[in-house]
């Protein structure tokens, strides 16, 4: 995990990616995993729609909740 801005302000943006990878299983089964968000923070939807249609829809399908997104 990696973010563009380490320091920052009440409603500066911040961009953060996560590089996963399945260890000694590739090409079967599924991984699922949950990538913890701060209180108050605003996922924006497009960022991740865009990061499925880059990664072949190896990411098919991602769920953001309150606490965490989901893919």
């Known amino acids: 995990m990696s973010f563009d801005k380490t320091a920052l302000q009440t409603g500066d943006a911040v961009s953060c990616t996560v590089e996963t990878e399945r260890v000694g299983f590739h090409g079967y089964g599924m991984m699922l995993a949950e990538i913890g968000l701060p209180p108050g923070a605003e996922v924006e939807r497009q960022s991740l729609d865009a990061a499925m249609t880059a990664s072949g829809y190896a990411l098919g399908s991602y ?9």
Do not use: E, K
């Open 63 to 71: 769920d953001i909740l309150p606490d965490r997104v989901v893919a």
